[in-house]
């Protein structure tokens, strides 16, 4: 997305929503299916405009965080709904850049690095 038409969070904004989302992620029962970008800005209780584009800045500093501290990837809890359940390109893209992934953002590579990062989470 483009930062012109969606720009950044200020600081304390972004800290409060990723906290926010942290939270609503970790609280999440096994059982219960991924939610998508649009459920998890639905669940935050974000009113528009850019919901998800804010919740997508949040799980990007999230992914920052958990990759300085050595933590499984807890973004890896929010899917799109158009990519068969797993993360948009983007939380690839990310993880790639971070050093946790080998880049793909489709195919069984990334399907193996999100079904990894979700079972590190359920330990």
Same mark, same amino acid.
């Given at each position: 997305?483009?930062?012109?038409?969606?720009?950044?969070?200020?600081?304390?904004?972004?800290?409060?929503?990723?906290?926010?989302? +942290?939270?609503?992620?970790?609280?999440? #029962?096994?059982?219960? #299916?991924? #939610?998508?970008?649009?459920?998890?800005?639905?669940?935050?209780?974000?009113?528009?405009?850019?919901? !998800?584009? +804010? !919740?997508? /800045?949040?799980?990007?500093?999230?992914? +920052?965080?958990?990759?300085?501290?050595?933590?499984?990837?807890?973004?890896?809890?929010?899917?799109?709904? !158009? +990519?068969?359940?797993?993360?948009?390109?983007? &939380? &690839?893209?990310?993880?790639?850049?971070?050093?946790?992934?080998?880049?793909?953002?489709?195919? #069984? =590579?990334?399907? =193996? &690095?999100?079904?990894? /990062?979700?079972?590190?989470?359920?330990?």
């Amino acid at each position: 997305m483009s930062e012109s038409l969606h720009p950044p969070l200020p600081p304390a904004e972004l800290a409060t929503l990723t906290l926010a989302l +942290r939270e609503l992620l970790a609280a999440l #029962p096994s059982e219960q #299916p991924l #939610p998508t970008y649009h459920e998890a800005a639905r669940a935050l209780g974000l009113k528009p405009p850019h919901t !998800v584009y +804010r !919740v997508i /800045q949040a799980l990007e500093q999230t992914m +920052r965080e958990d990759a300085a501290a050595g933590r499984p990837l807890i973004a890896a809890r929010v899917v799109s709904r !158009v +990519r068969d359940r797993l993360p948009a390109p983007g &939380f &690839f893209d990310l993880a790639t850049r971070l050093g946790l992934h080998d880049g793909a953002e489709s195919g #069984p =590579a990334a399907r =193996a &690095f999100h079904r990894a /990062q979700l079972q590190a989470l359920s330990r």
